[in-house]
């Protein structure tokens, strides 16, 4: 079964297009973080919530 961790980031309204572009790839390239929601509220401010997947190690012994 898959576990997921999540992070939930706050971008306000006078944060442009491209820097929350590129803060979001940053995130996905260099975190393995994807992106699970965005909302986009009347005022221009985001919220997105990233996921990524946690991977555990089952004992073999």
Known sequence: MLDY??????????????????????HAEYGHWELHRLRLYSDGSRRVWLRRKIIRAVSTL
């Open 5 to 26: 961790s999540y992070m939930e980031l706050f971008l306000p309204r006078g944060t442009s297009r491209e820097a929350a572009r590129q803060l979001l790839t940053e």
